[in-house]
């Protein structure tokens, strides 16, 4: 099997995975595998580079959630704020 590297440092070791994560980590494992086998010229910096850019579309779609959410929560907080500040006056 090859050494596949991923971007993230300081993860768990097999012991303390989940089931979840050991069985996912497996099946990629699996695939790279078998895209090697179908295309032998693969270097290991392709599959760096293929897990970085899928490793950040994840990332940039909780990070557009954060941003969302965050946003409703402040137009909520201004509009609790403007709906006081017209009962009070």
Same mark, same amino acid.
């Given at each position: 099997?090859? &050494?596949i590297?991923?971007?993230?440092?300081? $993860?768990?070791s097999?012991? $303390?995975?989940?089931?979840?994560?050991?069985?996912? +980590?497996?099946?990629? +494992?699996?695939?790279?595998?078998? &895209?090697?086998? +179908?295309?032998?010229?693969?270097?290991?910096?392709?599959v760096?580079?293929?897990?970085?850019?899928?490793w #950040? +579309?994840?990332?940039?779609?909780?990070?557009? @959630?954060? @941003?969302?959410?965050?946003?409703?929560i402040?137009?909520?907080?201004?509009?609790? $704020?403007? #709906?006081?500040?017209?009962? #009070?006056?």
């Amino acid at each position: 099997m090859t &050494y596949i590297p991923t971007p993230i440092s300081g $993860t768990g070791s097999r012991q $303390t995975a989940s089931r979840r994560a050991v069985d996912l +980590s497996e099946r990629l +494992s699996q695939v790279i595998v078998d &895209y090697q086998r +179908s295309f032998p010229d693969t270097r290991p910096a392709d599959v760096q580079q293929a897990m970085r850019l899928a490793w #950040g +579309s994840t990332l940039d779609t909780n990070r557009q @959630r954060r @941003r969302v959410i965050t946003l409703l929560i402040g137009l909520f907080l201004f509009l609790l $704020t403007l #709906g006081l500040f017209v009962l #009070g006056a």
